[in-house]
């Protein structure tokens, strides 16, 4: 209600509240009494408007500590994810590893079983049908060379003189064993040099060249061999040298027979075969005293013949499996026999080493 007021003798009229600036005030006081809830919610603005400002004021810094925080989780996922793709691969490696020498292990078993079961059929082969094509094709190839050589003689032991004239020499020693060289038994005779010219280049005593002697026919050839060997003792004093050593007269042999030979003399002083010889080129051996001369192409049937004394000799109470199929008795005999020899001679030696 308006009020009346005598100041200074004027009457005014006013109200209870005079301020005109407090009155939205007292407007807003009395309509909070009377909205509480619209008060509150012009509060809650008030508030988001107050933390929105806040929020925008510190918004920058948060943005790189989540970014931060974001990129860490990131790197450990992809670390993760990393390390289990690995494993998975070293796991699958060692698998397709394992499987791979698996398989191969399981290739080389089969190609071991075929080669096996390949040799076992293929040797009967070899052995029976291969090898004796290839002997015969082997001696009908070395045939021309060892015909070609059936009518020499080789003499070793003859020292080089240039002042000796080998016409001398081969006439010295046709006198010594007895040779009647007046029907010119010889077509020729040579030094065998290996070197290019025709003298050697070495001191004289350490040089003795073979000498060949070529004859017209094989019995002019037989006859003087049977008397070199009738006479033993034919030595360099016989043809003018001074000296004693021995004049050596064998066969002339092509490569293969000399091998052959050498090893038959050889199974001869092993007291393996009886003896050995040649004839007309070829290597002729006997295996017993008894037994039948046996003519050898081939330097397999010597080392068969090796190969049987010594299992004979290894195992002498086993000697019936070791000589089963073979078609000779008597040299199955002999063999025994000579095994036996053998085995007592070095029972000997080792006797008198002890002693």
């Not at 809830?37 to 012009?42: N, T």
């Not at 019995?219 to 030595?235: C, P, R, S």
């Not at 073979?326 to 040299?331: C, G, R, Y």
Request: net charge positive; with cysteine.
């Amino acid at each position: 209600m308006p009020t009346k007021k005598v100041i200074n003798g004027t009457t005014e009229i006013t109200d209870k509240v005079t301020n005109s600036t407090n009155s939205p005030n007292s407007d807003t006081a009395s309509s909070k009494d009377k909205n509480p809830a619209s008060s509150r919610k012009e509060d809650k603005s008030k508030n988001a408007k107050t933390n929105g400002l806040t929020n925008s004021k510190s918004s920058p810094q948060a943005n790189n500590d989540n970014v931060i925080q974001f990129m860490k989780e990131l790197q450990e996922t992809i670390v993760q994810q990393a390390a289990s793709i690995n494993e998975k691969i070293d796991s699958k490696i060692n698998d397709l590893g394992t499987k791979i020498n698996e398989l191969s292990k399981s290739v080389d078993e089969r190609i071991e079983n075929i080669t096996s079961t390949i040799q076992v059929h293929i040797e009967p082969v070899v052995d029976t049908i291969v090898k004796p094509i290839t002997q015969a094709l082997e001696s009908r190839i070395e045939k021309p060379e060892r015909e070609a050589l059936i009518l020499n003689l080789v003499v070793t032991g003859i020292p080089w003189r240039e002042n000796k004239n080998i016409d001398e020499i081969v006439n010295a020693i046709c006198r010594s064993i007895g040779f009647n060289n007046n029907i010119n038994g010889f077509t020729g005779y040579y030094r065998i040099l290996k070197q290019k010219s025709s003298k050697p280049t070495k001191p004289n005593a350490l040089v003795m060249p073979p000498l060949d002697l070529k004859f017209w026919c094989h019995d002019l050839k037989h006859n003087f061999f049977m008397m070199y060997l009738q006479k033993k003792t034919l030595n360099l004093s016989h043809i003018g040298y001074g000296t004693a050593s021995r004049i050596y007269v064998n066969e002339m042999h092509t490569l293969v027979n000399k091998q052959i030979f050498l090893k038959a003399r050889q199974l001869q002083h092993q007291k393996i075969i009886f003896q050995s010889h040649t004839n007309r080129g070829l290597v002729v051996i006997k295996k017993s005293d008894k037994s039948k001369n046996e003519v050898i192409y081939n330097m397999d049937q010597l080392l068969h013949i090796e190969q049987l004394a010594l299992s004979v000799l290894l195992n002498p109470g086993n000697m019936a499996p070791t000589l089963v199929g073979m078609a000779d008795k008597q040299f199955q005999c002999d063999v025994a026999v000579e095994g036996c020899l053998i085995l007592n001679l070095l029972k000997c030696i080792n006797r008198h080493v002890k002693g």
